[in-house]
């Protein structure tokens, strides 16, 4: 990597974690429920706990619900005021979380560590190129699971995202991620489903669902 090119990439996750660090100060609370994403749960409860990564934590819920449920677990997100918020919360509700306030794309896990992988509404930008984002995948150690949930966005969606400054096309998609897969992962599911217990008033009532096992 030529030292402008780290540059490059070192500056755009510093205007990452300002623009999320900004969208979270937008509300003085929580930004989201304090429940675990509803498709977390419904593929991973019947699972072995083991080591988990949960990419793009947010304020803490799917980390702290695998954490009760005997997972270790290992939580990442780009804002600081996400973190705070996160550990905030886990405090209450007893649960032990490694949380660490970086960009999963360029934070050096060690390859395999992890029997589960979620990923629930992940913005991954593309800019970081797509060895990073193997880089990622390969933390599934192999018989581990990669757990990927989409929004299952219309034109209308997709436009109106666009008018507030976000272009889903910059950000890895489940295509993306799925051609990413090669022949290292079998994937079990890979379909759009209703989304479980979504949030009142979200726009957002299907997924689009990955879920991947590492060979």
């Given at each position: 990597m030529h030292e402008h090119e780290h540059g490059e990439q070192h500056f755009g996750a510093a205007a990452q974690a300002a623009e999320w660090d900004a969208r979270y100060r937008e509300r003085d609370g929580a930004m989201w429920s304090g429940r675990p994403n509803g498709r977390l749960g419904a593929e991973v409860a019947a699972l072995t706990p083991g080591r988990a990564l949960d990419v793009g934590c947010g304020e803490g819920a799917d980390a702290i619900w695998l954490a009760r449920r005997g997972w270790t677990v290992t939580a990442i997100d780009i804002s600081e005021v996400a973190m705070y918020r996160a550990r905030e919360a886990s405090h209450p509700a007893g649960a032990s979380v490694e949380w660490i306030c970086g960009d999963a794309l360029q934070t050096p896990f060690r390859t395999g560590s992890f029997d589960l992988v979620s990923m629930q509404y992940p913005a991954?930008?593309?800019?970081?190129?797509?060895?990073?984002?193997?880089?990622?995948?390969?933390?599934?150690?192999?018989?581990?699971?990669?757990?990927?949930?989409?929004?299952?966005?219309?034109?209308?969606?997709?436009?109106?995202?666009?008018?507030?400054?976000?272009?889903?096309?910059?950000?890895?998609?489940?295509?993306?991620?799925?051609?990413?897969?090669?022949?290292?992962?079998?994937?079990?599911?890979?379909?759009?489903?209703p989304r479980i217990d979504p949030p009142p008033g979200t726009p957002h009532i299907a997924d689009v669902v990955l879920r991947a096992r590492r060979r």
């Open positions: 991954l930008p593309k800019a970081a190129g797509e060895a990073a984002v193997r880089r990622l995948l390969d933390t599934v150690r192999p018989g581990g699971l990669l757990l990927a949930v989409y929004h299952d966005l219309d034109d209308e969606h997709r436009e109106h995202m666009k008018s507030q400054g976000v272009d889903p096309a910059d950000y890895v998609g489940a295509d993306d991620l799925g051609r990413l897969l090669g022949d290292d992962f079998t994937v079990e599911l890979y379909a759009v489903e």
